[in-house]
């Protein structure tokens, strides 16, 4: 199925330092989704977009649907040891045949030294 | 709100055995729920799609007779992985929406290991 493409696929960074990441499509989604997802363990929720040029903010987390409906971008600000893990773009068309469906990106590890 | 739970989170069976997976979503209804199979250091997989009530529909390359799914409720789903083999060992993951366009919420994961 479709991948957005999301970058980078990897960051080591210094405990305190913002981490930017973002994802790209080809096609147009209605809806974009940041997960987190520790080893073993299910992905999170972190943030979900409804709307073209929204930002919205979940703590030290920042992220926004781009305008053109094609992107969207994850900021943390001042990073802390227990934000390690593998973060997840996704989007969602949400409607038609794939109501619901959510196209993933490949992810990106993130590594926090303290 | 939106907790999604997985049951049982680790499984090893000899090869042949039939396993079965429950996601029950514990503080809301699911009218839609996914089944994904994940493996190491890659993204997840869609394998099918559950609406209560109604019959699975499965992504292509998913075999319907070798994984089963069944969504008898608005708060449970099943994977059975018929007869398995070694090489559908992986991570089993479920995740549970309120409608089709709700965001998806997902369970901590099935550790499956075929020997």
């Known amino acids: 199925g479709q991948q957005l493409n999301q970058s980078p696929q990897s960051m080591f960074i210094q405990e305190g330092e913002d981490v930017s990441m973002n994802c790209t499509s080809s096609s147009i989604f209605n809806t974009w989704l940041w997960y987190k997802q520790d080893p073993g363990e299910g992905p999170v929720l972190l943030i979900a977009?409804?709307?073209?040029?929204e930002l919205t903010s979940n703590g030290r987390l920042t992220a926004q649907f781009g305008i053109t409906r094609k992107d969207s971008f994850l900021n943390i600000s001042a990073s802390i040891p227990s934000d390690v893990g593998i973060y997840f773009c996704?989007?969602?068309?949400?409607?038609?045949?794939?109501?619901?469906?959510?196209?993933f990106g490949r992810g990106t590890q993130l590594t926090v030294w303290p | 709100g939106a907790v999604v739970s997985q049951h049982p989170s680790r499984v090893i069976c000899k090869s042949g055995t039939s396993v079965k997976i429950e996601c029950r979503s514990l503080d809301f209804q699911a009218t839609t729920m996914f089944w994904y199979r994940q493996f190491p250091k890659q993204s997840l997989m869609l394998m099918a799609t559950?609406?209560?009530?109604?019959?699975?529909?499965?992504e292509q390359g998913v075999e319907k007779d070798k994984f089963l799914i069944n969504h008898a409720s608005l708060t449970l789903s099943t994977l059975t992985v018929t007869s398995a083999h070694p090489e559908d060992s992986s991570f089993y993951i479920c995740?549970?929406?309120?409608?089709?366009?709700?965001?998806?919420?997902f369970g901590d994961g099935t550790r499956l290991s075929i020997l």
């Open positions: 995740s549970a929406s309120r409608t089709g366009n709700q965001p998806q919420h």
């Open positions: 977009l409804y709307k073209a040029g």
């Open positions: 996704a989007g969602q068309r949400g409607k038609g045949s794939t109501l619901g469906r959510l196209y």
């Open positions: 559950s609406n209560e009530g109604s019959k699975a529909t499965y």
